[in-house]
């Protein structure tokens, strides 16, 4: 009965107005919060990559090491020639993406939980100098 008489009391311009702000409310976040995240952990991860794939030379020992192994695992498995060379280069590849990825998922988390504390610190920062002006109007009980 309360809100009923709440609401039959409301102008039907300020419904219309908090109904808007409602809606973006809800909706904003439910599209920013998904496309920012998608997007940070995607620029990360191409990064990521852009770097694996400089570091992935022959030349360097670590990749020299890795490929043998994975030279000898798929040799004990009857692969030769340019095909143990593909099924190699596929491998060190498909490693480089995955730690990428992770590597993404890791900044691209990061940078967003700092750029969101940098927001709310700024919005909570506005907030509170503005409501330093703000009094109680008299007789209102509060002080």
Same mark, same amino acid.
């Given at each position: +009965?309360?809100?009923? !008489?709440?609401? %039959?009391?409301?102008? &039907?311009?300020?419904?219309?107005?908090?109904?808007?702000?409602?809606?973006?409310?809800?909706?904003?976040?439910?599209?920013?919060?998904?496309? #920012?995240?998608?997007?940070?952990? $995607?620029?990360?991860?191409? /990064?990521?990559?852009?770097?694996? /794939? =400089?570091?992935? $030379?022959? !030349?360097? &020992?670590?990749?020299?090491? #890795?490929?043998?192994?994975? @030279?000898?695992?798929? *040799?004990?498995?009857? =692969?030769?020639? &340019? @095909?143990?060379?593909?099924?190699?280069?596929?491998?060190?590849?498909?490693? #480089?993406?995955? %730690?990428?990825? #992770?590597?993404?998922? *890791?900044?691209?988390? $990061?940078?967003?939980? =700092? +750029? +969101?504390?940098?927001?709310? =610190?700024?919005?909570?920062?506005?907030?509170? *100098?503005?409501?330093?002006?703000?009094?109680?109007?008299?007789?209102?009980?509060?002080?």
């Amino acid at each position: +009965m309360f809100l009923t !008489d709440e609401l %039959e009391g409301l102008d &039907p311009k300020d419904m219309l107005y908090a109904g808007a702000l409602g809606i973006v409310g809800l909706v904003v976040p439910i599209l920013t919060v998904p496309t #920012a995240t998608g997007t940070m952990v $995607r620029a990360w991860s191409d /990064r990521a990559l852009d770097v694996y /794939r =400089l570091n992935l $030379r022959e !030349d360097r &020992p670590a990749v020299a090491e #890795a490929s043998s192994r994975v @030279a000898d695992y798929f *040799r004990q498995r009857g =692969l030769s020639g &340019p @095909a143990l060379q593909q099924e190699t280069s596929r491998v060190l590849g498909g490693f #480089a993406t995955v %730690e990428s990825i #992770a590597h993404g998922f *890791r900044s691209g988390l $990061r940078f967003l939980s =700092l +750029m +969101m504390l940098g927001i709310g =610190l700024t919005v909570a920062i506005l907030l509170a *100098r503005a409501a330093r002006g703000l009094q109680a109007p008299p007789g209102s009980g509060y002080t």
